[in-house]
């Protein structure tokens, strides 16, 4: 970095710091450190559907003491609860998702541009504004039930974490495995939480039939830096204690290195492949950083927030491999990059897994068993 000296002015210092792309991260108000313990979001910007834009501004007053960051629980009778896909990038056409909002924090979540479609903001309300789809497994007995369906593997977790902190209080997705369990039908399952394993019970018995994998996502293997990216998720150790009791349990679980993010925790990617090998992964992924509509701000903050000396450095290599912007939404390219910078990562991944046996995917699950679960009806029977 640059040398600044006394005669360098402080607008001049700043933009040698951060860069003239990076400038205006400076000028957004964000709440004090201390008012967002155990949250990741810097700012609670309005929803970009809403019809009034709210903005924090200093007026010389000392502010009012912030209300608790308690969880706010929002009980939703949902309409339906598999939702379809079309993109080509998947491995999947269609998932439950039996939150929406997540308690964890993680300020790259790619999720957090969905809660502006309930009117809310993607920063602080996102952690905070949990909507509970408590009717959830029976909505999915009746949508299986339908003569008309045809199974293919159903994935949870692809959105917003089913085991946060709140899946300990309503076990929403206990239900739905049991429903799943009932109809033998094949579920994927993404998280980093160890709660996972308070189902081991249900687990197990599908995957007796064939009928599911786990991914379980360890974006660093240092405690501090986990906690400042994932306030609420579990630890690390605790991530890894359970892909081994999953596996253990002969459950085929994959060691997610996601999202990995440039001059981070990027330097840790084979640590984290080699301890989920050493606890029982058969299988490993890596993405690369994401920033998405209000992520890309929410990121940016929080990296001023903890890493200002490395907000230039970072944005300019997430650049590097999307193609010079700070997010490609292209099929085929958003979730791994181009340029050196994405080569070189997956060179280092392609290693790893080949070192450590890691390489290919998880056994197709199976989708032959399946039985049309008898549907909840109010009506008696005749007979």
Same mark, same amino acid.
């Given at each position: 970095?640059?040398?600044?000296?006394?005669?360098?002015?402080?607008?001049?210092?700043?933009?040698?710091?951060?860069?003239?792309?990076?400038?205006?991260?400076?000028?957004?108000?964000?709440?004090?450190?201390?008012?967002?313990?155990?949250?990741?979001?810097?700012?609670?910007?309005?929803?970009?559907?809403?019809?009034?834009?709210?903005?924090?501004?200093?007026?010389?007053?000392?502010?009012?003491?912030?209300?608790?960051?308690?969880?706010?629980?929002?009980?939703?009778?949902?309409?339906?609860?598999?939702?379809?896909?079309?993109?080509?990038?998947?491995?999947?056409?269609?998932?439950?998702?039996?939150?929406?909002?997540?308690?964890?924090?993680?300020?790259?979540?790619?999720?957090?541009?969905?809660?502006?479609?309930?009117?809310? @903001? +993607?920063? =602080?309300?996102?952690?905070? %504004? !949990?909507?509970? *789809?408590? /009717?959830?497994?029976? &909505?999915?007995?009746?949508?299986?039930?339908?003569?008309?369906?045809?199974?293919?593997?159903?994935?949870?977790?692809?959105?917003?974490?089913?085991?946060?902190?709140?899946?300990?209080?309503?076990?929403?997705?206990?239900?739905?495995?049991?429903?799943?369990?009932?109809?033998?039908?094949?579920?994927?399952?993404?998280?980093? @939480? +160890?709660? =996972?394993?308070?189902?081991? %019970? !249900?687990?197990? *018995?599908? /995957?007796?039939?064939? &009928?599911?994998?786990?991914?379980?996502?360890?974006?660093?293997?240092?405690?501090?830096?986990?906690?400042?990216?994932?306030?609420?998720?579990?630890?690390?150790?605790?991530?890894?204690?359970?892909?081994?009791?999953?596996?253990?349990?002969?459950?085929?679980?994959?060691?997610?290195?996601?999202?990995?993010?440039?001059?981070?925790?990027?330097?840790?990617?084979?640590?984290?492949?080699?301890?989920? *090998?050493?606890?029982?992964?058969?299988?490993?992924?890596?993405?690369?950083?994401?920033?998405?509509?209000?992520?890309?701000?929410?990121?940016?903050?929080?990296?001023?927030?903890?890493?200002?000396?490395?907000?230039?450095?970072?944005?300019?290599?997430?650049?590097?491999?999307?193609?010079?912007?700070?997010?490609?939404?292209?099929?085929?390219?958003?979730?791994?990059?181009?340029?050196?910078?994405?080569?070189?990562?997956?060179?280092?991944?392609?290693?790893?897994?080949?070192?450590?046996?890691?390489?290919?995917?998880?056994?197709?699950?199976?989708?032959?068993?399946?039985?049309?679960?008898?549907?909840?009806?109010?009506?008696?029977?005749?007979?």
């Amino acid at each position: 970095m640059a040398e600044i000296g006394p005669n360098i002015s402080h607008s001049e210092a700043r933009r040698r710091l951060f860069g003239t792309r990076d400038m205006d991260l400076l000028s957004r108000p964000m709440l004090e450190t201390p008012k967002l313990r155990g949250r990741g979001a810097a700012s609670n910007e309005s929803g970009r559907f809403e019809a009034h834009k709210r903005e924090m501004f200093a007026d010389g007053w000392e502010p009012e003491p912030e209300e608790g960051f308690e969880t706010r629980e929002h009980i939703e009778r949902a309409k339906s609860i598999i939702t379809r896909n079309v993109s080509p990038d998947i491995g999947f056409d269609r998932s439950i998702n039996p939150y929406r909002g997540c308690e964890h924090g993680c300020s790259y979540c790619f999720a957090r541009p969905t809660h502006a479609y309930l009117g809310h @903001s +993607a920063g =602080i309300d996102f952690e905070r %504004d !949990i909507y509970v *789809k408590v /009717n959830a497994a029976e &909505l999915l007995r009746a949508e299986l039930a339908n003569p008309r369906y045809k199974p293919k593997p159903i994935a949870i977790g692809t959105n917003t974490d089913p085991y946060q902190p709140l899946e300990r209080k309503y076990k929403i997705m206990r239900s739905v495995l049991k429903v799943l369990l009932e109809a033998k039908h094949p579920v994927t399952i993404v998280t980093k @939480s +160890a709660l =996972i394993v308070r189902d081991l %019970d !249900i687990l197990t *018995k599908l /995957n007796k039939l064939g &009928l599911v994998s786990v991914g379980i996502s360890v974006t660093s293997m240092d405690h501090r830096l986990s906690r400042f990216m994932e306030p609420r998720a579990s630890t690390p150790s605790r991530r890894l204690e359970a892909i081994k009791l999953l596996s253990e349990s002969g459950i085929p679980t994959r060691i997610m290195a996601a999202p990995m993010i440039p001059a981070v925790n990027d330097h840790e990617l084979e640590r984290i492949l080699d301890a989920g *090998k050493a606890q029982g992964a058969t299988t490993a992924s890596m993405i690369l950083l994401r920033l998405p509509g209000e992520v890309r701000d929410i990121f940016r903050e929080w990296l001023l927030k903890t890493y200002p000396d490395k907000v230039k450095h970072v944005m300019n290599l997430v650049r590097d491999y999307r193609d010079g912007r700070d997010n490609d939404p292209r099929f085929g390219s958003r979730f791994t990059g181009e340029g050196p910078y994405a080569v070189l990562m997956q060179q280092r991944f392609e290693k790893a897994v080949s070192r450590l046996g890691l390489e290919g995917d998880a056994m197709p699950l199976r989708t032959d068993v399946f039985a049309h679960p008898q549907k909840d009806t109010a009506q008696l029977s005749l007979f």
